[in-house]
């Protein structure tokens, strides 16, 4: 968020190399189950598991300008509150009193940056850039970020991502998972050397 200069690619393609490490403990069949109820959630518009209206609110709206909307999909479109909220409530759920008490923090350091602001969603969109550059540097933001992320370069099937749009944004060719083919240096190499046998 620091440099105009960083393309959209160049960001999706840098943050989901990021995620894959953030959320690396949390172990990938956790993550399906997560994404799985956030792709239900999301279809069926339930309602929210563990985060309060208000909360979920704030969360979107910090998401949304993490992958905003374009010309293409962002986070909004994406569902990736529903993400947050499903991971909140499973695996995450002893996350969710410190990104409570982040977001809470959050809202205090708002309110004194622009006093009388109803909240973070009631800004307009270059405040609330502006202010989310202030925050780069908090555990809070890191967590947002990663989360976002996540949520958006899902697979479909299992939450987000829908349409395949983060996949087609970074170049991912063939919509399958990324135990397949092309995944990396190595399967690129190793494409190099088949097509050269050939």
Not at 111 to 117: C, F, K, M, R
Not at 152 to 176: A, C, P, T
Request: charged share 20%; proline share 3%.
């Amino acid at each position: 968020m620091k440099s105009n200069k960083v393309s959209r690619r160049q960001f999706l393609k840098s943050s989901s190399a990021l995620t894959g490490v953030s959320l690396l403990r949390i172990g990938a069949p956790s993550m399906i189950a997560i994404t799985q109820a956030a792709c239900t959630a999301k279809r069926e518009q339930a309602a929210y598991k563990v985060l309060t209206a208000e909360e979920a609110a704030d969360f979107a709206a910090i998401a949304a300008r993490i992958i905003p909307t374009t010309d293409t999909p962002g986070a909004t479109e994406a569902g990736v509150i529903y993400f947050f909220d499903s991971a909140f409530a499973a695996e995450m759920s002893k996350a969710l009193s410190s990104a409570r008490a982040g977001l809470a923090e959050f809202n205090r350091a708002l309110t004194n940056t622009y006093p009388g602001a109803s909240g973070f969603p009631a800004l307009s969109t270059g405040e609330q850039d502006s202010f989310l550059a202030s925050r780069e540097s908090s555990q809070f933001f890191d967590l947002c970020r990663a989360m976002t992320i996540f949520g958006f370069f899902s697979m479909s099937k299992y939450g987000g991502n829908k349409d395949h749009v983060s996949w087609d944004l970074i170049g991912f060719e063939g919509h399958h998972g990324g135990w397949e083919y092309p995944f990396g240096y190595y399967d690129a190499e190793h494409a190099k050397e088949q097509s050269g046998a050939e």
